[in-house]
T-cell receptor, first 117, second 115 residues
Framework: AQSVTQPDIHITVSEGASLELRCNYS??????LFWYVQSPGQGLQLLLK??????LVQGIKGFEAEFKRSQSSFNLRKPSVHWSDAAEYFC???????????????FGQGTILTVHP | DAGVTQSPTHLIKTRGQQVTLRCSPK?????VSWYQQALGQGPQFIFQ???????QRGNFPDRFSGHQFPNYSSELNVNALLLGDSALYLC??????????????FGEGSRLTVL
């Protein structure tokens, strides 16, 4: 069974500081990995995804993530955080479903990011 | 281009009642997935519909059922509501076909409160 662990429930950083959100996954095959962001009362917005190839993936809003198979990790990074980045961030692993649209996503519990001015 | 739309945005029910939530997928998408997000938790997969059939199901009881219509829109029905069903219900749409992984687009959700 697939699972995702986000070890940090809440992270606080100062505006302009660098950010790293941790994600560890468990999956029996090549994982499809995602990072989503959710603002209060909103749905989920995809930041970036990893399917294959280059293990460093670039996303929207200046975010990037690195897939490390040996560590079963897919950590999200941003070199300089903006106040508008305050939100909840979810890591997810996806499974292909019978060759059609991929199947269910398994999400971590999320990391709440607070940005201090 | 309209994204994924869900209705209603908020609703309050009492225990034992039944609820129907609706979802219209993003234009051009043919697959709809439903997720339940309890407060402070990540979303959990309920089920996925494609070609008007339930294609995959998560670990949810039979009280949770769904439907997909010919225009690809979908409904989520929950019977005999429990307090624990209070959550944000998210609909996500995607495009099936081939072996390629397809991106999920999420709606803003329907917030259900069970009293």
């Amino acid at each position: 069974a697939q699972s995702v662990t986000q070890p940090d429930i809440h992270i606080t950083v100062s505006e302009g500081a660098s950010l790293e959100l941790r994600c560890n996954y468990s999956y029996g095959a090549t994982p499809y990995l995602f990072w989503y962001v959710q603002s209060p009362g909103q749905g989920l917005q995809l930041l970036l995804k990893y399917f294959s190839g280059d293990t460093l993936v670039q996303g929207i809003k200046g975010f990037e993530a690195e897939f490390k198979r040996s560590q079963s990790s897919f950590n999200l990074r941003k070199p300089s955080v903006h106040w508008s980045d305050a939100a909840e961030y979810f890591c997810a692993v996806g499974a292909r479903a019978g060759g059609t649209s991929y199947g269910k996503l398994t999400f971590g519990q999320g990391t709440i990011l607070t940005v201090h001015p | 281009d309209a994204g994924v739309t869900q209705s209603p945005t908020h609703l309050i029910k009492t225990r034992g009642q039944q609820v129907t939530l609706r979802c219209s997928p993003k234009s051009g998408h043919d697959t709809v997935s439903w997720y339940q997000q309890a407060l402070g938790q990540g979303p959990q997969f309920i089920f996925q519909y494609y070609e008007e059939e339930e294609r995959q199901r998560g670990n949810f009881p039979d009280r949770f059922s769904g439907h997909q219509f010919p225009n690809y829109s979908s409904e989520l029905n929950v019977n005999a509501l429990l307090l624990g069903d209070s959550a944000l219900y998210l609909c996500a749409s995607s495009l099936a076909g081939g072996a390629a992984l397809r991106e999920l687009f999420f709606g803003e959700g329907s917030r259900l409160t069970v009293l």
